[in-house]
């Protein structure tokens, strides 16, 4: 399954729809240029500023050391899945801005920053799956993060697997169709709680 579109209710662009989060990878290793092009998007993405305060730790399963290393700070459950994936990255955030101010649109900044780098990776062909569920203090003390700078979350990279090499109940969240709240529910004029009248035609 390479597919996996969106049912959206208005017009979007096809990347946008073709965009999901599988946990099935293949093994086939992502090429070093597509690899570069992702982090190339990622560096053109808005920031406050132009601060930029993304940084980013890439491991590979060509390199089994650093793939290891950034392998073992996912939790359990997430190892489980995850290891089919040819590509780790740790997004990392600057918190504060070289002048000692909180920086309160640092993860904003750094979402903004990733989702270039997986539209790219929609338009080559290859899929992304962004993992909340990993130990930020031990990637800290892994990689010496600077105290200014917070761990975000790991992204698995890859091309495609396929859905029935994963346990049962995964494997039924890889099927299912995708899902998002109606527009009504979270797009307001006048107060809060108030549908804009924009969808009410």
Known sequence: MTQKLAPTEYPVHDFIRSRWSPR??????????????????????PSSFNHQPWSFIV???????EYNRLFSTLVEFNQGWAKNAPVLILAIAKIRTDDGKTNRHAFHDVGLAIENLILQATS??????????FNADTAREIYQIPADY???TVLTIGYPGDPQNLPDGLRDRELAPRTRKPLSE??????WGHTSPLLKG
């Open 59 to 65: 491991a590979t399963k060509e390199d089994a050391t």
């Open 24 to 45: 099935a990878f293949s093994d086939r290793a992502v090429e070093p240029e597509k690899l570069l092009s992702l982090l190339e998007a990622a560096r053109w993405a």
């Open 124 to 133: 080559l062909g290859l899929f992304a799956h962004q993992i909340g569920g």
């Open 186 to 191: 979270f797009v307001f004029t006048g107060q």
């Open 150 to 152: 917070e761990p975000a």
